[in-house]
C-alpha cells in the first residue's frame, strides 16, 4: 500500500514539473524611443557619452588673453567689451603657440602703458624700429618693463622684442590684423614663432598675427636710420644750392635767405634760416631725397617744443642726429629785437664807427652775432658785467663759443656764409 501511494505521488510531481519548470517564458523586446536626427538642440545622443566633448574655437571668433595669468589660465572667448578685435582668419589657435601668444599679449599690454604713461615726461621714440628712450639713451625692453613694474617678473627672461612701428607698414602683410589700432605709431611685441621661419606678433588692442622672418627683416629694415655720414654741408657748394633752390620752390616765393645752418645724409636735410627781410623769422624744413630730387617732406619745425619726438612720429628713419641740439621754440620769445645795448659798446669800444657798418645782426637769450660789412665778426655774450665783444676769424669759432658755454646754445643766430 505504501509502494503504491508513493508511486503516486512520484507520478504528480512530475507533472507538475512538466507543466511549469521546462517551458521558458519569452519576454517581447523593447524598443528605444525614436529619436530625430533634425533636432540640433537635442543633447542625449552623443557618440560617446564618457569622453568630454572637445572645445574648438572658430577661426572667426576672437580670443581675448587671460587678464590674471596667461600662462595657466583657460583664454576668455570672446571681443573685449567696447573693443571689437576682428581677427584675420589665419590666426593660429594650435595650443602650442596658445602660451607666446599670451605672453606677447601681456608683455605689449604692458609697453603700451609704459608709453602711454611716460610719453610726455621722456623722449620715447623708435629707434631703428625698436622703443627707445632718447632722454635717457636706453632701449625699452622686457627686462626693463619688469624692473619698472609694469610687468610680472616671469617674463625677464622671455625672447621678446618691443618695437614702435607704424600700423600701416605692418598691416599691408596677409594675416594680420591691426583693426584696432589707428595709424601711425604703435607699440608692438614680437616673439619668433618655435614653429619655423615666421615671428608672432601683435599690439596692446589688435590681434596681430604671424609674419614670415623675410618680411619681417625688410619691416625693421625700412626703420633704420643710418643713411650714411650725417654732417654740415658746406655753403656755396652744388648740393647746398641745389636744396635751396628746391626750398625756393616749395616756399614760391623765390626771396633771399639768411640760412643758419644745411645738415644732410645720403637721405635727408635739415635747413634752419629765415629771410633777409626779417632775420627773426627763423623756419625750419626737413627735406628727403628721392631720385636725386629734393623735396620738403615736414615744415614748421620752429613751432615744435619736442622737435625730436614730433619728426620721429613722421619719419621713424631719420637719423635725429642731423637735427641740431637747440630747439628753436625755447628761445622764440627771448629773440632780439632792440640791439641798442650791444652797439652801444661796439662803437663805444671803437669796432664800428656806426650801425651803418653793421651788414647782419641777430640774437636770441644772451648771445648776439654780427658781421660787418668788411666781413669782420662778432659774438657777443650779454654776461654780468654785460656785453663782451669777442672777435671770431669764422663762424665756427662763434659756434665754438657758445656750445661751451650752453651745449643747447641758439647758434641759430649765426649766419651761414
Not at 540640433?40 to 572667426?60: F, M
Not at 629785437?337 to 651803418?356: E, F, Q
Amino acid at each position: 500500500m505504501k509502494k503504491i501511494l508513493y508511486c503516486l505521488i512520484a507520478v504528480l510531481a512530475l507533472s507538475s514539473f512538466l507543466a511549469t519548470g521546462c517551458t521558458k517564458t519569452e519576454t517581447p523586446p523593447v524598443e528605444p524611443p525614436v529619436v530625430s536626427t533634425d533636432d540640433p538642440d537635442n543633447t542625449d545622443i552623443t557618440d560617446n557619452p564618457i569622453d568630454e566633448p572637445d572645445i574648438n574655437i572658430g577661426e572667426d571668433e576672437p580670443v581675448t588673453p587671460p587678464v590674471d595669468d596667461p600662462i595657466t589660465d583657460v583664454p576668455v572667448v570672446g571681443p573685449v567689451e567696447d573693443e571689437p578685435v576682428t581677427p584675420p582668419a589665419t590666426y593660429p589657435v594650435d595650443k602650442e603657440l596658445q602660451p607666446y601668444w599670451n605672453s606677447i599679449n601681456d608683455i605689449a599690454s604692458a609697453a603700451q602703458n609704459y608709453y602711454t604713461e611716460n610719453f610726455n615726461k621722456l623722449r620715447l621714440v623708435s629707434k631703428n624700429g625698436v622703443l627707445y628712450d632718447a632722454t635717457n639713451d636706453r632701449y625699452i625692453d622686457v627686462a626693463h618693463l619688469v624692473g619698472t613694474g609694469y610687468l610680472a617678473a616671469k617674463y625677464k627672461t622671455f625672447n621678446c622684442s618691443i618695437l614702435l612701428l607704424k600700423t600701416e607698414d605692418v598691416k599691408q602683410f596677409k594675416g594680420i590684423s591691426l583693426a584696432n589700432d589707428s595709424n601711425g605709431l604703435v607699440v608692438f611685441a614680437v616673439c619668433q614663432s618655435p614653429k619655423g621661419n615666421s615671428y608672432l606678433l601683435t599690439t596692446a588692442r589688435s590681434r596681430g598675427g604671424t609674419i614670415s622672418t623675410t618680411d619681417y627683416i625688410s619691416v625693421l629694415g625700412s626703420y633704420g636710420q643710418n643713411h650714411g655720414a650725417a654732417g654740415r654741408l658746406m655753403s656755396g657748394t652744388e648740393e647746398y644750392n641745389r636744396i635751396l633752390n628746391f626750398l625756393s620752390m616749395y616756399e614760391g616765393k623765390f626771396g633771399k635767405y639768411y640760412v643758419r645752418s644745411i645738415t644732410k645724409d645720403n637721405r635727408y636735410a635739415v635747413v634752419v634760416l629765415s629771410s633777409q627781410a626779417d632775420v627773426n623769422d627763423i623756419r625750419q624744413y626737413i627735406l628727403r631725397k628721392e631720385n636725386n630730387v629734393w623735396e620738403v617732406v615736414m615744415d614748421k619745425l620752429e613751432n615744435e617744443s619736442r622737435v625730436n619726438v614730433a619728426v620721429n612720429k613722421k619719419l621713424p628713419d631719420f637719423n635725429p642726429e642731423l637735427l641740431p641740439e637747440y630747439t628753436i621754440y625755447d628761445y622764440k620769445k627771448t629773440l632780439l629785437t632792440d640791439y641798442t645795448g650791444v652797439l652801444h659798446v661796439l662803437v663805444r669800444d671803437k669796432y664800428i664807427n656806426s650801425i651803418a657798418d653793421v651788414k647782419y645782426i641777430a640774437g636770441a637769450g644772451d648771445y648776439c652775432y654780427i658781421v660787418l660789412e668788411n666781413e669782420v665778426k662778432y659774438i657777443c655774450y650779454n654776461g654780468e658785467k654785460g656785453w663782451e665783444i669777442n672777435q671770431v676769424a669764422e663762424l665756427n669759432g662763434a659756434y665754438t663759443f657758445m656750445v661751451r658755454n650752453e651745449s643747447d646754445a641758439p647758434t641759430f643766430i649765426i649766419w651761414d656764409r
